[in-house]
């Protein structure tokens, strides 16, 4: 890796290839189900259907019901930071718990109730015929949509290491941005795989000086200079091997499996590789960039016509809440405004 490439490359999103998958637990329909109808027929031609039901597709819900939009939510109850016990770096809900959150979108949203539906669980295939959209549920259903939204998010596939699954979120990390104001300053350990986490740990050299790095057995191969650069930023290169993660009273607890001993740490980052919790929009036809996300526009439009994509699943490098939230809010205005259009020119 160059000087110059390891400076401007970003490892959030670009995590190495591992393939433990993260699962964590679904959180239960009633947090948020009571500000939708229960009540979904099959046989209703639907303004919008949402395929995923967290900050993005609970953003579009509101500003589709606002616009007074028969809109349907199919969710399966995955949020991608249900582990986490705070939602960081989010204006004027900084810190705050996720489901107390949810909470709050519940109550707020009750009001739409006459323009959303929801229904739980999966999607399993969409398909474009003529001027709308089939989706099909796992139960067997199948509704219909003139413009469908995907927000199903992404998982973050965690690397095989003994007790990263049980702190994830709660202790061991992926973004800085999230969660380096509440550990600067603190001793800190970046886990990857040869160079694929080096410039993450760069990154959070604007949080802490004290950065020790694990490339978990394979070589880091760096240029004389870059390695003198990485060294005077406080990143300590390391090539052992990570197999087991834990925490105390004191902090989290690296444990080496050529170490008797654990070492001891006060924050952690272990990022994975960032997919797609469904292939769905590639499968209708959708482009994607490089990295995986459904390449949109301004207007979080895909290159197939009514079919639009929000929150993660369109991004790898803007994992906030408030961009998925964000990027509801527009896609909602996005689709009342075609609706608006045809009115005018019919």
Known sequence: MKRKSF???????????????????RFPASEIGEAFNDDAPAEVLYDAIIIGGSYAGLSAAMGLGRCRRKVLMIDAGMPRNRTSPQANNLFSRDGQNPAEIREEAKAQLGQYKEYLARVEGMVVEVEKKDDSFSVSHENGNTFTGQNVIFAGGV???????DGLEELWGRGVYHCPYCHGWENRDKK??????GTSALSLASTITNWTDDITYY??????DLPDDTR???SSLGI??????????SKNGSGIQIHLDDATAPLL??????????????????????????????EVNEQYL?????????????????????HAAYSGTVVAAAVNRVFLDKKFSS
């Open 228 to 230: 003198r650069l990485v």
């Open 155 to 161: 998982t973050d596939n965690l690397q095989d290491i």
């Open 7 to 25: 400076i401007k490359t970003t490892a959030l999103g670009l995590g190495a290839i591992f393939q433990m998958p993260f699962t964590g637990q």
């Open 188 to 193: 800190t350990v970046v886990i990857g795989s």
């Open 215 to 220: 490339s978990q057995g394979v070589p880091v």
């Open 302 to 322: 895909s290159n197939v016509e009514g079919v639009y994509a929000i929150g993660d699943i369109c991004s790898r490098t803007n994992g906030q809440v408030i």
């Open 265 to 294: 740490f006060e924050a952690c980052y272990a990022p994975g590789r960032i997919t797609a919790n469904s292939r769905l929009a590639e499968a209708l036809g959708c482009s994607l960039r490089a990295n995986g996300a459904v």
């Open 236 to 245: 300590t290169i390391e090539h052992g091997t990570v197999k087991q993660i």
